[in-house]
């Protein structure tokens, strides 16, 4: 357990801030770590794939329909500005 030592001062006004939400002060720390509910579970891992998926379901289609239909064999010229290669 890790001990934070704190003035006067400064625990009455983590406990006039927990107060403001009707809590204790305990239950202030763990709303804050939200651990309210229990430890944290930790979530199981995602494929990099299915990240990318899913952050893409939000750009327009004008701006998909814009980007390059050689964008992974050309990804030099694109990122870096290189000449395209020939294919």
Not at 8 to 28: N, P, S, V
């Amino acid at each position: 357990m890790t001990v934070i030592e704190l003035t006067d001062e400064q625990a009455a006004a983590l406990r006039a801030k927990a107060a403001a939400e009707g809590l204790t002060l305990e239950a202030w720390f763990k709303k804050l770590a939200g651990t309210e509910n229990g430890p944290v579970a930790e979530k199981p891992p995602r494929r990099i794939a299915d990240i990318i998926c899913e952050n893409m379901q939000s750009v327009p289609p004008e701006v998909m329909a814009s980007m390059p239909k050689d964008g992974a064999s050309q990804h030099d010229h694109y990122i870096y500005g290189w000449p395209k290669r020939d294919e």
